[in-house]
């Protein structure tokens, strides 16, 4: 093995910590990718129990809001996302919000959000559906929107958390508009505490009008990072693997010119 010493070579010695920093950052990369694999795939579930559950109160996935008109209650935990609730109460058509921008089928439209006031006076912010923009007029043309049913209401469907990323809310034609489902931020323009949780609508009695397309759910691509995962291992394995074909490569080179060296000095020597 002495043929390997110039591994201990200062040359050899940096290209030996670089490789295994540089291996060990593609290790870490990997496990990053393999923690939001199972997010991912725990989102997926949550998404498939929520279809398969039957439907509890919304209090038991979404705390109540405290405080007055305009405050916004805590969000769902993680683990009651996607969870299938039913909640009864009155919608109010002076107050809906236009989530505008939003795709379905490859037409852009509008999503429609109606506050649900419950009989405690606090409300809850139902997505009614996907409508497409008003004919002749270009995305952001507002549409005619089919009103709420009069009366107490009931509602099935599916929790989910607030957007964020804090955006303006506009009035305009008596609707509230906006790009992006920011409940703290819808909450300051309505008249009544707002739950921090909205329900995505599967069901309600009395039947929701036809002219309202259901949002469809979107499963995270959990097996795109699994397949990260598998790519940054595989070029860790890699970068090792690399180092130690370069270092047999040189071995071998100094081998082959030790083994030269007593041939040249035979022909040295020899009678002309």
Known sequence: MVVYR????????????LTLVV??????????????YHDRTEINERIDAGLRMTPVPL????AAPAGGAGRVGPPPADEETWTKVTV?????????????????DRTVGFEILTPLVLTDGTAVLVDRGWIPPAPGGDATAQP???PAPAGEVTVTGRVRTGEGGSVPV??????????????????RELPYPVHGGYVLLDEQTPAAD???????????????????????????GMTLFGYGFFARREARRRVGGLAERPTDRAAESAPA
């Open 210 to 236: 036809p002219a309202f397309t259901a949002i469809p759910v979107g499963y995270t691509n959990n097996w795109q990072s699994f397949g990260y995962v598998v790519q940054w291992w595989i070029f860790a």
């Open 23 to 36: 291996a060990a950052a593609m290790v870490l990369l990997g496990n990053w990718q393999l923690d939001r």
């Open 144 to 146: 005619v929107v089919p």
């Open 170 to 187: 506009n009035r305009r034609h008596g609707k509230l508009e906006t790009r992006r489902i920011d409940l703290p931020r819808l909450a």
């Open 88 to 104: 009864t109460g009155r919608y109010d058509q002076s107050n809906v919000v236009l989530v505008r921008g939003r795709s379905v």
């Open 59 to 62: 209090r038991d996935a979404v």
């Open 6 to 17: 110039f591994l201990l070579t200062p040359r050899w010695l940096g290209a030996l910590a």
